[in-house]
T-cell receptor, first 113, second 114 residues
């Protein structure tokens, strides 16, 4: 089992640029979660999907953020345009319907300069 | 919304000492989980608790699901340097259908001095 795979591990971009973060959940898991971690706010849930359908996106900061899950094995989180305050570590996690335990990826450290 | 209060925020201990941290909630949870995050990595599950009153051990780690279902604690016995990291509690209240949404505490930063 390869676990939850996120890419890239690190991303440095200039303000105003588009950023796309990628996630491959564990095979067989049907729930996928995007989190943002900062020192000030800790772990914040941005959005989660169940069976590829967005269920709750109330944590998405603003319209600059969007997430998609075109199939059971892939999800993206896009920020357009990016701003310095978006700098954080973004985690993807997945879980199975019948076991409420999240498995996290290693995260993407985003720096917007 | 649901909130978790995790304490202490940070701890500095000597190798060999025991550690205790806890989480309290304003809401009742059906599941309590404890995660550890190493630097540069994502949180990794340590212990999962599914029943009120449940006491579960995983090596030197012991965690309990409070009787009121509003709290949980994690104990680490005989700490070692590799216990360093951030420990998170998380609670889950099943929200309709098959959707599981976890609420995380702010974390406890543990430093172990050799």
């Amino acid at each position: 089992d390869a676990g939850v795979i996120q890419s890239p591990r690190h991303e440095v971009t200039e303000m105003g640029q588009e950023v796309t973060l990628r996630c491959k959940p564990i095979s067989g898991h049907n729930s996928l979660f995007w989190y943002r971690q900062t020192m000030m706010r800790g772990l914040e849930l941005l959005i989660y999907f169940n069976n590829n359908v967005p269920i709750d996106d109330s944590g998405m900061p603003e319209d600059r953020f969007s997430a998609k899950m075109p199939n059971a094995s892939f999800s993206t989180l896009k920020i357009q345009p990016s701003e310095p305050r978006d700098s954080a570590v973004y985690f993807c996690a997945s879980s199975s319907t019948y076991r409420p335990v999240y498995t996290f990826g290693s995260g993407t450290r985003l720096t917007v300069v | 919304g649901q909130q978790l209060n995790q304490s202490p925020q940070s701890m500095f201990i000597q190798e060999g000492e025991d550690v205790s941290m806890n989480c309290t909630s304003s809401s009742i949870f059906n599941t309590w989980l404890w995660y550890k995050q190493d630097p540069g990595e994502g949180p990794v599950l340590l212990i999962a608790l599914y029943k009120a009153g449940e006491l579960t051990s995983n090596g030197r780690l012991t965690a309990q699901f409070g009787i009121t279902r509003k709290d949980s604690f994690l104990n680490i016995s005989a700490s070692i340097p590799s216990d360093v990291g951030i420990y998170f509690c998380a609670g889950q209240l099943r929200s309709g259908g098959s959707n599981y949404k976890l609420t995380f505490g702010k974390g406890t930063l543990l430093t172990v001095n050799p």
